[in-house]
């Protein structure tokens, strides 16, 4: 589903320069697709203004916080934050973003519901072409905000 959606920053825990996505651009119940442009990401910044590739990682991090709280929006609930856990068969097909180009970044829900998720996700040129950045993030989702900060993951 394309159309108007809630901002980025009301859907990630993220805020000020660490919010790293633009905007929502489709969602779905199995996947959401959000653009980044690198320009906006300037605390990462490389001395030229382009961002390290590993930065990919991060933006399919929060697509899947993005997922994550549109899902339970429309459920009707609070979003439940995420831990990063890691990736697998994680590729990345060019040395850097160009400050200048801006990004699609789509996380697709591969399995999991609460506790251990998985998602395959990908960072490709807006403009189109094959993903620069591609892998399965595991992500686990905690039952709460307080949980998380006392440190306990229960899953629940």
Known sequence: ???AFAPIEDLVPHAGPMC???RVLEHAADRTVCSADPAKS????LPDGDLPIWVGLEYMAQCIAVHAGLVARARGEPPRPGVLLGSRRLRFAAPRFARD????VEARHHRGE?????????VALAA???????????????GGFAELEAGG????
């Open 1 to 3: 589903m394309s159309g």
């Open 20 to 22: 790293l996505l633009g």
């Open 42 to 45: 300037a605390v990462l910044a």
């Open 101 to 104: 180009r801006e990004l699609r």
């Open 114 to 122: 609460r506790g251990l998720v998985a998602f395959d996700c990908e």
């Open 128 to 142: 189109g072409g094959p993903p620069l950045v591609q892998g399965r993030v595991n992500v686990y989702i905690v």
């Open 153 to 156: 993951f229960d899953g629940g």
